[in-house]
């Protein structure tokens, strides 16, 4: 499946034709709007880690960019609406359709006067609130964007009951509502919602259940089953062993960037299912009178862990039988994938350079979050090609699907190869070591940091090109 339709012969022409199909037909009330809009997602992923002044040199595109970032009549819903609807035409066909959802938070803190934020981690720091949801095949492919909102989470009040605080809305409202922006979906395509612990909620796995629609979520409560005393850890360690698998846990941080909190291993775990009944919150008003849900867990723990490492477990709830060990290492494939908005979130942050955005309002910052975003699953696309199991002879014409045909030709020469033979790893590498990558056997796959310190000498040299491809078409010899 192709990702990119467009072709042409400069970089600058590519990155257009780009924008027009994720951007073109958006609409913001006047077309003169959606021309801007088009313009400004252009200059952005030409050079993603860039600033605006930087992406749009001539000041006249600046303030252009600046006015339509700050419109309030401009709808960050109305600039993703083009790309959403793109995203759902890609995913035609196919039988399974992973919803992934996670939030991230957007840290503005160290900004003084800005506007529209709300407070994010412990309560001390200020930013956005950012939910989204992927569409990501179960080969762990991104399709694209299914939905995306931001929110100023505001601050408990002081002494508020718990009723109170149970019928105001949260961000915890978040993860239900998502599936119901999502509604119905085509005949013949299995929507599976998955998340981590943070989706482990009776209306997220009742809203997905009532709108027809799968899951896979990640337990986090170790709530009463079956309507009797039960606990949910007390009931899965005591059924029978389905089987096992092998899993590589990578490296782990502190949480400090000071050392690793986990070196990297391999463990193996012991896999145990069950059917369960979780019935709704007693105390939630709004799942009063709701029937129970009927369940199976999948319960996955390093029995034997070496000495001084904590065991690996994983508690899956899930809306899909579990009966054989082949049903159970499809839930597990399924819960993997969740690591694509992980990844996702990185690009959007260290790739995109969100949280180092100078606009002053939280409202215009989702405005650009709307076109960064889209921007983060091109590059996403683009870099994951690198690892794809791609036939040797079909990768070049793989890369340059996806990637403008100048880039490909500079990019090729600093590899030492025609571009024919170019494939979408070695791309990849090349820029990477442009960024101070060393490539070793036993080094990880390059992070964002090292790739955009490459990407950004690439994207001058690219520049260097076409103005000497515009000075040469002017019939000026001279550079």
């Keep these: 499946m192709a990702m990119i339709e467009c072709c042409a012969k400069s970089g600058a022409d590519e990155s257009r034709n780009w924008a027009l199909v994720h951007f073109g037909e958006a609409k913001?009330?006047?077309k003169r709007r959606t021309r801007r809009l088009v313009q400004l997602a252009a200059a952005i992923t030409e050079d993603p880690n860039m600033s605006l002044p930087k992406q749009l040199p001539a000041w006249s595109d600046l303030v252009g960019a600046y006015r339509l970032l700050s419109n309030a009549q401009v709808d960050p819903q109305a600039i993703l609406q083009p790309h959403l609807a793109w995203t759902v035409q890609q995913a035609q066909g196919s039988p399974v359709i992973l919803c992934v959802h996670d939030d991230t938070q957007l840290d503005f803190g160290k900004r003084k006067g800005m506007r529209g934020l709300g407070i994010i981690g412990d309560g001390r720091g200020l930013g956005l609130v950012q939910h989204g949801v992927l569409a990501v095949l179960p080969d762990k492919r991104l399709l694209g964007i299914l939905d995306l909102r931001w929110f100023a989470a505001e601050r408990t009040p002081a002494g508020e009951p718990r009723r109170a605080r149970q019928k105001r809305w949260t961000t915890r409202d978040v993860w239900p509502e998502a599936i119901e922006h999502l509604g119905?979906?085509?005949?013949?395509a299995q929507l599976i919602h998955v998340g981590d612990r943070a989706a482990d909620l009776y209306r997220f796995m009742h809203t997905a259940q009532h709108l027809g629609h799968g899951f896979v979520v990640r337990a986090m409560h170790d709530r009463t089953v079956d309507g009797t005393?039960?606990?949910l850890w007390e009931k899965l360690p005591r059924q029978p062993r389905l089987g096992s698998m092998r899993v590589t846990l990578g490296k782990q941080g502190d949480g400090k960037g000071l050392r690793a909190g986990r070196d990297g291993r391999s463990a193996d775990l012991t896999i145990r299912a069950a059917p369960?009944?979780?019935?709704?919150?007693?105390?939630?008003p709004r799942t009063k009178g709701a029937a129970s849900l009927e369940l199976w867990a999948v319960y996955l723990v390093e029995e034997h862990p070496p000495k001084g490492c904590e065991p690996v477990e994983w508690m899956l709830l899930t809306s899909l039988e579990v009966k054989t060990l082949q049903q159970a290492h499809t839930?597990?494939?399924y819960y993997t994938c969740r690591w694509v908005i992980e990844e996702w979130h990185r690009c959007l942050k260290e790739g995109c350079r969100i949280e180092a955005s100078q606009l002053d309002d939280g409202r215009d910052i989702q405005r650009l979050g709307a076109v960064l975003a889209i921007v983060a699953v091109r590059l996403l696309q683009m870099r994951d090609l690198a690892d794809a199991q791609t036939p040797v002879a079909d990768a070049p014409e793989a890369l340059?699907?996806?990637?403008p045909t100048l880039y490909v030709t500079i990019v090729a020469g600093l590899a030492k190869c025609v571009p024919e033979l170019l494939t979408p790893r070695l791309?990849?590498?090349?820029?990477?070591?442009?960024g101070g990558y060393l490539g070793r056997k036993h080094d990880p796959r390059p992070g964002w940091k090292v790739i955009w310190r490459g990407w950004s000498d690439v994207v001058q040299m690219v520049r260097g090109a076409e103005l000497y491809q515009r000075i040469m078409k002017g019939g000026n010899n001279s550079v």
């Design 331 to 333: 839930i597990i494939g």
């Design 276 to 284: 369960i009944k979780v019935a709704p919150p007693v105390a939630d």
């Design 400 to 403: 340059r699907a996806v990637v």
């Design 427 to 434: 791309f990849w590498q090349t820029i990477a070591r442009r």
């Design 229 to 231: 005393a039960e606990h």
């Design 184 to 188: 119905a979906w085509p005949v013949g």
């Design 28 to 30: 913001l009330g006047d």
